[in-house]
Every structure is written in C-alpha cells, then in structure tokens.
C-alpha cells in the first residue's frame, strides 16, 4: 500500500472554512537519507513552516472546519508549488545547497510528484467539492505558513502578511482588519507575493473555484509555543469573523 503524507483533520467540519497548511512536517522519509542535510538544518525553517500546522489546526478547531495538511518536508517536495516551477524540489534553500535533490532523473520527479504533490491536490479538491455541493454559499480557502525573521540576512519587521492571487478581496479586507487593530505589524503580500510563485494553492483551488482566499504568513518567532499559537489563532479568528462576516464559533481554541 503506498504511504500517504496528506493529514486530514475533522474532514466533517461544517464551518465555512476549508484550511490548508503545505509545508506542516519536517519529515523527511528514509528513503531520502538526509538529504544532504544536517538535522538542524531540516529542523529550520527551510524544511517546514515551523508552528504553522498548529496555528491551523487551532483554527480549524475554532471554526469546526477541514484541514488539509502536507505531512513531509518541502525540502522533498513543496505542495504549493506549480509543477514547473523550480523550487518544487528545492536544489537550495536560504542559500543552503540540498545535494540529494541535484541531478535528479525524470522518473524521481515524477514519482515524488504522483506520492506527495497529487495526492495532497487530490485531497484538497475532494474536501472542496464535498463542501460546496451541500452548502448555500462558498467557503473561504485560508493556506496557513509562517516565516523567518531573518532571510538572506535581511531583517524582516512584517509580523503577519495576508497575501493574495488573482483574487484580492479577503486579502485585503483582512489586511485591513489587522492594520486597524493593530496589534502585530500587518502588511498585503508581505513577505511574499505572486512574483515569489508561492501562492499555488490558493489560485488553484480558490481562485480557480471562484471562492474567497488568502494565504497567510504568520513570523515564525511569534509561534514558538502552545500560548504563543493561541494569541495569534484568537487574533486572526476576530478577523476571519469580520471579514467573513461570520459568528463566533468560539471563545477560545481548543
């Protein structure tokens, strides 16, 4: 039986959310050794979204929505990447060479693509449907990452960015809502943006489908623990229910 590295929690949700979160494990499999790597450097955030899985999943909670979650380092492949695009299996990350994915053949690619990248795209697309088949209206399609505070030696003040495709409006609205409560320095496609070719998953499944969406980066220095996580989901909810214009299914995550 071929191994799955999607994760999906509370499939049934009824909220008007579906959550993704690409890049939630620094698991690398054995098959790929280390990649090259040192453990330090698959623990940092060029292998995974550190604290970003659990700032989803307390969002999923608090919202009774699915989540769909990668469950394998990006270093091996990233979920939201086009196909085509370059980084889909990194070669470097922050400026740190990944010897294992140099070279690789065709037929490599194309398997990692058929065990990781379809079957979490397979997966986001069922939740999607199931959900709009039975509601009145669309749900909104929220991709949760978190960042470094330090890239390429740059010094990123940006705290959380809310980041938008070929569809703007949740994006900005949210964006709004943050730098108007103004308790963590909120900026529109900050760090990141559509020139970055980071905002795959959202185009394709939300943009695509006509529904509201955003990516969101949260810096990852503001996630480092269970309390840390739960001021940031409490933070978003608020917005979320604002710019959604939803009720409060919670008073406080799980």
């Known amino acids: 039986m071929a191994l799955s590295y999607t994760q999906v929690d509370n499939l049934d949700g009824t909220g008007p959310i579906v959550f993704a979160c690409e890049h939630a494990s ?3 499999p054995d098959e790929y050794g280390d990649l090259g790597l040192s453990e330090a450097e698959i623990n940092s955030h060029i292998g995974w979204d550190p604290g970003a899985y659990d700032l989803a ?15 394998i380092s990006r270093l091996v492949l990233d979920c939201n990447r086009a196909l085509d695009s370059s980084t889909l299996i990194p070669e470097q ?12 053949s065709a037929q490599e690619k194309a398997r990692r693509i058929a065990q990781i990248h379809q079957p979490f795209h397979a997966k986001l697309s069922e939740v999607i449907e199931a959900k709009t088949s039975t509601e009145m209206s669309l749900p909104a399609l929220v ?9 390429n030696g740059n010094i990123r003040l940006t ?8 569809s ?33 998953t959202i185009d394709r499944h939300g943009s695509t489908n006509g529904m509201p969406n955003v990516m969101i980066e949260v810096r990852n220095d503001l996630l480092t623990d269970h309390d840390a996580v739960v001021r940031v989901s409490g933070w978003l909810a608020k917005i979320f229910e604002q ?12």
Request: net charge positive; with cysteine; aromatic share 10%.
């Open 143 to 151: 991709s949760i990452h978190s960042f470094t505070p330090v890239f």
């Open 159 to 166: 705290e959380c960015g809310f980041l938008h495709g070929r």
């Open 93 to 104: 990350g922050d400026g740190s060479p990944v010897p294992g994915n140099k070279g690789l």
């Open 243 to 254: 710019a959604l214009v939803i009720p409060s299914y919670r008073t406080e995550s799980k």
């Open 26 to 28: 620094q698991f690398v």
């Open 57 to 71: 999943f307390h969002l999923a909670q608090r919202f009774d929505a699915p989540l769909i979650s990668s469950k």
């Open 168 to 200: 703007d409006t949740l994006a900005r609205t949210c964006a709004e809502q943050g730098s108007r409560d103004g308790r963590y320095v909120t900026h529109l496609n900050q760090p990141y943006s559509s020139a970055d070719g980071v905002l795959y």
